[in-house]
C-alpha cells in the first residue's frame, strides 16, 4: 500500500470516496469541507491514478480498496463511487461485503459496463481513437465531453469544472503510454451477483447524463434488496462538481439514514 496516495482527515465514522476513471481524489474537492465535518473521509487515488503508482502487474482494485481499509483499520465504512469509482464500490460490497455498510454510485451500476446510446458510443470511440493514436490533448478533451452529456456542449459546463476534470484528466494520462495494456483484473459475474447486496444502495445520477450512465445506476438499484435513485438535475457525468450542494444535501441524508 506504500506506492497508493489516498486523502485522510475528519474524525467519525468512515466515509470512503472513490473516483471516476483517469481522474484523482481531487474530483471531491467540493465534498471535502462539508463530509470532512462530520466524517473521518478517505479518498485514495485509484492504482495508475493520480499520485498513486502505476501498477507492476495485474491487480484488482477492489483488492487495493480492501487493503487501505484494514491497513487503516476502519470499517464497515459507506463506500461513494463516481463510473469506475461506483463499479469498485459495488465490487467491494460483493467481495468483502464486512467492509461495507452503504454503497453510493453515480454514473454506473457494476464494474461491468455497456453502452448502446449513439452519444456514447461515439464519444467513446473519439476517445479510443485519441488514445490509439497517442494524442493527449484530443485525448482529454474527448474524455472530457462526458461532463457535458448528450444534451449540451461542453461550452455549456461551468468553465472551472471543465478545466479542472481536463486537468485532472491530463495528470493521469500523462503517467501512461499509448497501447499500454491495462492491468486491471475484472471482478467475477457481477451484474449476476448484486442481488446478495443486502446494504442500502443509493444512486444519484446527473440528471442530463447519458441514458447508458443512468440507465446501469438504476438497474442497480432495482436489483439491490433496498435501493432508491436521486437526481441532480441540470448535470451530467460529475453532478459532485457541477452541483455540489445539491449532491451534498442528497448524500448526506442517505448518510445520516443509514
Request: charge should be negative.
Amino acid at each position: 500500500m506504500d506506492d497508493l496516495f489516498w486523502f485522510d482527515s475528519g474524525i467519525g465514522r468512515p466515509l470512503v470516496l472513490l473516483h471516476g476513471g483517469f481522474l484523482d481524489h481531487r474530483m471531491w474537492d467540493r465534498q471535502f469541507p462539508s463530509l470532512t465535518a462530520k466524517y473521518r473521509v478517505i479518498a485514495p487515488d485509484a492504482r495508475g491514478h493520480g499520485r498513486s503508482a502505476n501498477a507492476t502487474g495485474p491487480f484488482r482494485p477492489v483488492d487495493d480498496v480492501a487493503g487501505l481499509l484494514r491497513r487503516l483499520d476502519i470499517g464497515p465504512a459507506v463506500l461513494v463511487g463516481v463510473s469506475m469509482g461506483a463499479g469498485t464500490a459495488v465490487d467491494t460490497a460483493l467481495e468483502y461485503p464486512e467492509l461495507v455498510s452503504g454503497v453510493v454510485v453515480s454514473g454506473a451500476g457494476t464494474s461491468e459496463p455497456y453502452f448502446s446510446d449513439p452519444w456514447t458510443t461515439r464519444t467513446t470511440a473519439a476517445w479510443y481513437a485519441a488514445m490509439a493514436a497517442g494524442d493527449l490533448d484530443a485525448c482529454v478533451e474527448a474524455f472530457t465531453q462526458f461532463a457535458a452529456g448528450p444534451h449540451r456542449s461542453l461550452d455549456e459546463v461551468d468553465p472551472e469544472v471543465a478545466d479542472h476534470l481536463r486537468d485532472m484528466t491530463r495528470g493521469t494520462l500523462s503517467k501512461h503510454s499509448s497501447g499500454e495494456p491495462s492491468p486491471i483484473l475484472p471482478v467475477r459475474d457481477p451484474w449476476e451477483r448484486v442481488a446478495a447486496i443486502e446494504v442500502p444502495v443509493l444512486a444519484i445520477n446527473g440528471g442530463i447524463d447519458s441514458p447508458d450512465h443512468i440507465g446501469m445506476a438504476e438497474r442497480l438499484v432495482r436489483t439491490v434488496g433496498n435501493g432508491r435513485a436521486a437526481s441532480v438535475d441540470g448535470t451530467a457525468h460529475y453532478p459532485n462538481l457541477e452541483r455540489p450542494d445539491e449532491f451534498n444535501e442528497i448524500l448526506e441524508g442517505f448518510l445520516e439514514a443509514v
